[in-house]
Every structure is written in C-alpha cells, then in structure tokens.
C-alpha cells in the first residue's frame, strides 16, 4: 500500500474540515508528517514549492509556517529558512506526564461504559499488535505501522470512555502524542553500543490468553499507557 503523501494528507484535511481555514489544514497535515518523522529534522522547508504543490499561495503557506514555528513545529536557521524543528526532552516530558494524568481516568471509565461491540473492536486492535513483527531490526515503516495500532488503540478508549472532555483533551493533544509514542519506539529499537535499549516500552506486556489480555487492559490501567 502506497504511504500517503502530504498533498494526500492534506487533501483529507479539506474534505474533513472543509470550513476550516487553507492554513488550518496545512497545519494539521504538517503536523502529522512532522509527528511521524517523515520530515527529519533540520530540513528546509521551502515555500514557493510548497505552495505549488498544494495549489496555494504563498502567503497562505507562510501563515501555516509561521503557526507552527510559534508552536515549535518547525524552526529558522541561520539564513532565515523554515526547518524542522527538532522536539525537545521538556516537550515529550510533557506529553508523558500529560498521558500519565489522562489515561487512567480514560481506561477506568472506558471499562464502565464500554459495549460488547467496544470490546469487540479494541480486542481486534490488540490482534494487529500481534501481528506486527517488530524482533528483528525493524525500519521506519514497522514502526509507523505499530504506531498507527496503537493510536488507534488509544482512540478506542477514548472513544469507550464517552466523557467528550476527555475525549476532547486526547484530541488536541493527538498529534504531539503520535510524535512522543515514535520517537519513543524509534529510540527502543535505536540500541546503544552496549545493545541495552534506551526505553522500556511496557513493564507488563498482555499475554497470549485472551482473558488475560482483558484483565491487563480492565484492571491495570496504568499498563495500558504505552510510553
């Protein structure tokens, strides 16, 4: 299957928000590339190709840029280009104290209101983590796609826990989430020298029965934040 590109990314954006302004959806579509790392960091973003691509004007693209710098997107250099900003360490502190606060409120009162067709689906998103071979030096596409179920793991008990704050709160802060949830795996399966991982991803991982999987996910929510 064909990786989306940003024209792809952005044109769902339009058709998803189709009263929101050019900019906003710019935004929101160099957000996730950034979040995925399909833009390293340091790199130049040039504008006039930029908006020659996405059939927008110039200024419509300095707006979105010059949005995102405010938000640390992206940066300038030294001869005033737009660049990928690289995150910082406070940045994705933030974000895990943030997920640390939100979760377990969200999987307590997932369990309370979820469905049987709840439970249905977000038993089938832990079968695409298993069937995601990520053992044997895994490269950025495996671990987009490990990413991907488990964001959509995470948007499930939002979704069970049918409180719209919280469900709100896990949205505005999804994009920056997809960035530390990456950059946390990219940097479990970067090993150091010494071939010890830089990151334990979970201290108990769901075993094989089914039941078993249920309980970890129920009864020890605090497992169930994947960082």
Known sequence: MREKRLIDIFQEQQEQKPFAFAYENLNAALQIFLANDRIAPKTVINVYPLANALDLSRTTVIKSLECLRKENWISLDEHNRYIAAKPTMETLHDIVIFREMLEPFTVKLATKCATEDDLAELGRLLEGFHQIDLTAAPGDDDIRRFVDVEMAFHDQLSKMCRNPYLINAWQIN???????????????????QSGTPRFSISSTAPSADETSRWQWVRYSPTNAIWI
């Open 174 to 192: 999804r994009v920056r989430i997809i960035q530390q949830v990456w950059l946390t795996y990219k940097s479990f399966f970067d090993r150091t």
